[in-house]
């Protein structure tokens, strides 16, 4: 074993410290000497601090000695210069070198001491109010305990950032509440889940059969499966899975399940012949949307079809269009349904039709309010209709919650509802049964919605199947639309597309196309081609912005051809390193200004700001959604902050500590590219499970594109994927929902 030695000396720089695991390289000033130091440190330096080290000398290949670091002490400084310089430091906000000479010249040694007891002294130096010198001793006393509580969270591996995000939760309640009980990290820390709960717990003595522990992990295995898209899960899958998880005896399970139902957590039901469980919100939220869709649905207009004929033959010929049958029957329908679904592929005349429905509602004097899941999505729809489109959240007005980053809550409910006669929702593919929820208890009553989506695209990332459920229930009226328009049928993209979802083969590589396929087997050459079509090639042959305009859509995460590998290697290729930008590390993640990022969370609390190209404040509020995509403007060290402008025009300033919100978007998944266009998309097919590459992904994939396609990879993989009709079935009841409620409404009378 190396020999060990002891320094002390001050903290000249941080040249690099990962905010998830603590791992840091600095420069310590020791005698005049400067030694880089490098190891875990839990708690985040700045310079100016003192540090006491316990380590022993190693020898980098690359940057020579350094010291390798054991242990640490933090000293609080004894003079009055190294007072000045800790409170120069920019540890504490709000005190730069200026007040921090003034504080002590004020106070010189008794500074510390002034800050932690009497804080309101601090109003006596120049510049520093009442209110100013509260905050002051609020942020030590807070730095104090988070230090007391990061070192404690430090024996059971909780990284630096997750330590900050569990005192921020519990406050000075932290180390109490996890003793008592772990796993309520589990539900209320975002990243940090059962395993790692369930890690601490065992670390610190709780029982394998704590009903605490039990319940957690049951919770955990249903929100598996929620996150999997799912609304319910079989009981008997569910006790198998939590025995492997748990490994204790199946009778405490059992107990735990009828605790959690008591508690109205869960609730357990016979669908169909099957025990099923649910999370309680989730079976409420299907019951609720079943029963509100069927009372809109009931509220049906009577129309005149002759008028209405002709009155879209005048609009035909003011437009110089010709509709499809299809398209007028949709329209007629939506003059005079409660509940309108119209669903079609790409080049069925979605936008034609919705427009000509616009326009007959305005004409009678209608309120017509547009919206779709997501800000891209949101944007299509303005751009295509002419009139403002906003995202259902922002439609819903949600709240700034301060308790709890996960609720989500909105301001438009039943006791305050939308303000409109008609409500049309885009992209209905992509809303979960929970935003489905929330959208119906805002519209009141003799309001009409019209839901317009792909029903063959992949369902919502979130849980249920709404969209499909509603179709299948054959409760709510639908309109198909399955005419190609001639122009959308001189698009490769439009006629192949609609042959993937028929299962058949697409037509490549034909001249003056916008469609085409490069064959590949071999992984690295795959990917060199990946990297010569985004730099090279493709900006020659369609003159397009390498960054903004292609995207990579891709069917995994992980593996080589996953999004995570991908992301690393086109952030290479596309915005390398330079001096001229700045970085930030953390976790295996390096942000660089100009990177391409996507959310990758609800965070329904962060504020954002839109600002005019004169950089005038037109806009603001909050909230950022998964899927949301922008670009990296700015890297703030000093502040501790990354800009992100979003393609709405959305400014979001993210804390370093929110950074696991986000990862590069070079390369993302084709569930998560839901809602997108690009101009240009690259799909790479390679290989992968039977139950992921099938002919509903690959149909999500090229839908997704407007100018071109090219796909990349191995050619049987490509018809495999065309010949797999197979989609997973989701445990969702919303259609068992609709019909139920449509047999109690028709007993004891005669319904159609």
């Known amino acids: 074993m190396d020999e060990q030695i002891i320094i002390e000396g001050i903290v000249e720089d941080i040249i690099f410290h990962n905010e998830i695991n603590g791992y840091t390289v600095c420069s310590i000033n020791a005698d005049e000497d400067e030694i880089v130091c490098v190891g875990i440190l839990l708690e985040g330096l700045h310079p100016g601090e003192n540090i006491k080290i316990i380590g022993s000398w190693v020898n980098h290949p690359i940057y020579g000695k350094q010291l390798q670091i054991d242990s640490y002490e933090k000293i609080v400084p004894t003079t009055e210069a190294g007072i000045e310089k800790y409170l120069s430091s920019g540890i504490i906000k709000g005190i730069g070198p200026t007040l921090a000479k003034r504080i002590v010249k004020r106070f010189g040694l008794d500074t510390f001491r002034i800050i932690e007891e009497e804080w309101e002294l601090l109003a006596e130096v120049k510049g520093i109010s009442r209110q100013k010198a509260l905050q002051i001793g609020e942020l030590f006393h807070e730095q ?153 649905s009931s509220m049906k207009q009577e129309i005149n079809s002759k008028e209405i004929e002709e009155r879209i033959e005048r609009l035909e010929k003011q437009k110089d269009i010709k509709l499809a049958d299809e398209q007028k029957e949709a329209i007629k329908q939506a003059m005079g349904e409660g509940v309108l679904i119209i669903t079609g592929g790409p080049g069925t005349g979605k936008t034609t039709t919705i427009n000509i429905i616009i326009s007959l509602l305005e004409e009678e004097g209608l309120d017509v309010i547009l919206a779709a899941p997501t800000g891209r999505a949101a944007k299509r729809m303005t751009e295509a209709t002419g009139k403002e489109s906003g ?93 190609i328009f001639r122009q959308a049928g001189e698009s490769a993209i439009v006629m192949n597309a609609h042959k993937i979802n028929n299962g058949e083969y697409p037509l490549l590589n034909e001249k003056e196309k916008d469609f085409f396929f490069i064959k590949r087997s071999i992984q690295e050459e795959l990917i060199d081609t990946i990297k010569e079509l985004i730099l090279h090639r493709l900006p020659s042959y369609i003159k397009c912005n390498p960054l903004k305009d292609i995207q990579v859509l891709t069917p995994m995460r992980k593996s080589t051809l996953g999004a995570s590998n991908l992301n690393t290697i086109l ?17 295996i993640v390096t942000y660089r200004e100009g990177d391409k990022v996507m959310q990758i969370k609800n965070n329904y609390n962060i504020p954002w700001k839109i600002y005019s190209k004169s950089g005038i404040k037109i806009d603001e509020g909050v909230g950022v959604f998964n899927g949301d995509s922008g670009i990296i403007a700015e890297i703030d060290e000093t502040g501790q902050s990354l800009t992100v402008i979003f393609d709405d025009m959305k400014t979001v300033e993210y804390d370093f500590s929110q950074l696991d919100e986000l990862e590069l978007a070079y390369a993302v998944t ?83």
């Open 144 to 296: 104090r305990e988070l230090r007391r509580v990061a070192l404690f969270l430090q024996e059971y591996g909780i990284s630096t950032s997750y330590a900050l995000k569990i005192y921020k939760q519990y406050g000075e309640a932290t180390i109490d509440i996890i003793k008592t009980n772990p796993y309520r990290l589990a539900e209320d820390i975002f990243g940090i889940g059962f395993k790692m709960a369930d890690k601490i717990g065992m670390t610190i003595g709780v029982d394998e059969a704590s009903p605490h522990r039990i319940k957690a992990g049951i919770k955990y295995i249903l929100n598996q499966y929620s996150n999997n898209g799912h609304v319910y899960v079989p009981r008997d899958k569910l006790l198998a899975a939590a025995y492997k998880l748990l490994e204790i005896p199946e009778e405490l399970i059992e107990n735990a399940l009828i605790e959690l139902q008591v508690f109205k957590d869960i609730y357990q039901e016979k669908l169909e012949g099957v025990d099923v469980v649910y999370l309680s919100s989730f079976y409420y939220k299907e019951i609720n949307v079943a029963r509100r869709l069927l009372d809109l």
């Open 391 to 483: 995202t259902i959240h922002r439609l819903l007005e949600i709240s700034f919650i301060e308790e709890d980053n996960r609720k989500q809550i909105f301001e438009r409910n039943e006791e305050r509802p939308l303000e409109a006669d008609v409500v049309i929702i885009d992209e209905m593919s992509m809303v979960d049964i929970l935003l489905m929820d929330s959208l119906l208890k805002a519209i009141a009553p003799g309001t009409r919605l019209i839901c317009v989506g792909d029903v063959d695209q992949l369902p919502s990332v979130g849980p249920g199947n709404v969209l499909k459920d509603m179709i299948r229930s054959q409760t709510i009226k639908v309109v198909r639309l399955t005419e």
């Open 571 to 587: 952030q290479k290729a596309l915005n390398p390193p330079s001096k001229k930008k700045k970085e930030k590390s953390y976790g």
């Open 670 to 752: 084709i569930h998560k590219s839901q809602g997108s266009e690009y101009p240009i998309v690259i799909i790479p097919i390679h290989s992968g499970p039977p139950m992921l590459m099938n002919r509903n992904l690959l149909y999500t994939a090229v839908t997704r594109a407007k100018e071109l396609v090219v796909i990349v990879g191995v050619t049987s993989t490509l018809y495999r994927m065309i010949d797999n009709n197979r989609e997973i079935d989701r445990y969702s009841t919303l259609s068992y929902r609709l019909k139920e409620s449509a047999n109690h409404l028709c007993e004891g009378e005669k319904c159609d």
